[in-house]
């Protein structure tokens, strides 16, 4: 840990799916000593209550209207980030297949993101030594003021590739045009779509290893926060 009395550092990570900007957010702010946020893991809570109340996800209106009823907590340590939606710990379902066949269009109603980013702004900004927070849009809409913005990049098969070898051998081909679908639907939606900040650091992790990449970011953070 690195605290010391240095000011709050906002870290903003974006990027595809697999790109690596979980492993990546996580390890950075506990090698720094912030906080840390996955919003994917809130915009799947989300989509795992409206799949467990049995909401027509094919209905925006339907999903816009009971958007604000879930409570959505997140804790932010990255030794252990945790997820709750009214109390019950939902890590596990919302990793299933399920509810990331059904994430995308979720994520896509303008009231779900207006709620989730509420809570998104609002933990980070009650971070006290700054915060890791990584997505999708957090550097162009979320975040916009971060000290940093990463977009991390990798290739179609590098990220099938890993993503197989974490499944246990699922069908790299399969899992790659399924990551290629979740992309499409994530940067063409209307509200706050998949994209790069102007102002952000593109890194491409694709002939990177996992720590070579750690290493790249927590030396972009450290040069910011001596720079404040
Ligand atoms: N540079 C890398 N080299 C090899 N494997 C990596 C690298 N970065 C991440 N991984 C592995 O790839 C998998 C996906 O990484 P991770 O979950 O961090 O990606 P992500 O961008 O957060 O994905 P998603 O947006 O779908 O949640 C993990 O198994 C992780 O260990
Ligand atoms: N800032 C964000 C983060 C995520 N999403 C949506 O959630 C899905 C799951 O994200 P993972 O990182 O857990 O894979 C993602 O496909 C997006 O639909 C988002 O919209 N904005």
């Not at 550097?139 to 246990?168: C, Q």
């Not at 706050?192 to 593109?202: G, N, R, T, Y």
Request: hydrophobic share 40%; aromatic share 2%; with cysteine.
């Amino acid at each position: 840990m690195e605290n010391g009395a240095a000011k709050p550092v906002i870290v903003a990570i974006d990027g595809p799916s697999g790109t690596g900007k979980s492993s990546t957010s996580k390890a950075v702010a506990a090698q720094l000593g912030l906080s840390y946020l996955d919003t994917g893991a809130q915009y799947r809570a989300i989509t795992w209550w409206m799949v467990s109340n049995g909401i027509d996800i094919e209905d925006p209106s339907a999903i816009a209207a009971v958007a604000g009823k879930p409570e959505i907590v997140s804790g932010t340590d990255p030794a252990n980030p945790t997820i709750t939606v009214d109390g019950t710990d939902v890590a596990g379902p919302i990793r299933t297949q399920e509810v990331t066949s059904q994430v995308s269009a979720v994520s896509a109603v303008p009231e779900v993101r207006a709620r989730i980013t509420e809570l998104q702004r609002s933990l980070a900004t009650s971070a006290e030594y700054g915060i890791v927070v990584e997505g999708r849009d957090i550097g162009t809409t979320v975040l916009p003021d971060a000290d940093l913005k990463i977009f991390l990049t990798a290739s179609p098969e590098a990220r099938a590739a890993r993503r197989s070898g974490e499944l246990k051998g699922a069908d790299v081909h399969s899992t790659r045009e399924a990551l290629i679908k979740r992309d499409a639907a994530d940067s063409s939606r209307k509200t706050s779509p998949l994209a790069k900040a102007d102002d952000a650091v593109e890194v491409d992790t694709t002939e990177l290893t996992l720590p070579q990449v750690i290493e790249c970011v927590v030396t972009l953070v450290e040069e910011k926060r001596a720079a404040k």
